[in-house]
Nanobody, 124 residues
């Protein structure tokens, strides 16, 4: 079992920044690719970005490229999501997830463990 706890969400004005953190406990963190998903009210959960086990490879959805940056610190068992130039349409609950798949999984079904989510609200 892997337990994931997100933090860092909040209310920010458009154009602002937030840094989300996801702390993992349980099994060896470096054995898992990590991803961030989000779910806006009335919408389905969507993939945002993923990072491989070593942190050497990432895959971003187009709508966050150039604005969001994922990183991980395996020594601290933590994955981060730096979000800059935030837009109102980025408002959602953000979830981190862990996957045993070796590649860069973008499907929610590829992830084995999920955090409880953290709310990000971007005001216009």
């Amino acid at each position: 079992q892997v337990q994931l706890v997100e933090s860092g969400g909040g209310l920010v004005q458009a154009g602002g920044s937030l840094r989300l953190s996801c702390a993992a406990s349980g099994r060896t963190f470096s054995n898992y690719a990590m991803g961030w998903f989000r779910q806006a009210p009335g919408k389905e959960r969507e993939f945002v970005v993923t990072i491989n086990r070593s942190g050497g490879s990432t895959y971003y959805r187009d709508f966050v490229k150039g604005r969001f940056t994922i990183s991980r610190d395996n020594a601290k068992s933590t994955v981060y999501l730096q979000m800059n130039s935030l837009k109102p349409e980025d408002t959602a609950v953000y979830y981190c997830a862990a996957s045993r798949i070796l590649t860069l999984p973008s499907s929610a079904s590829a992830y084995d463990y999920w955090g409880q989510g953290t709310q990000v609200t971007v005001s216009s």
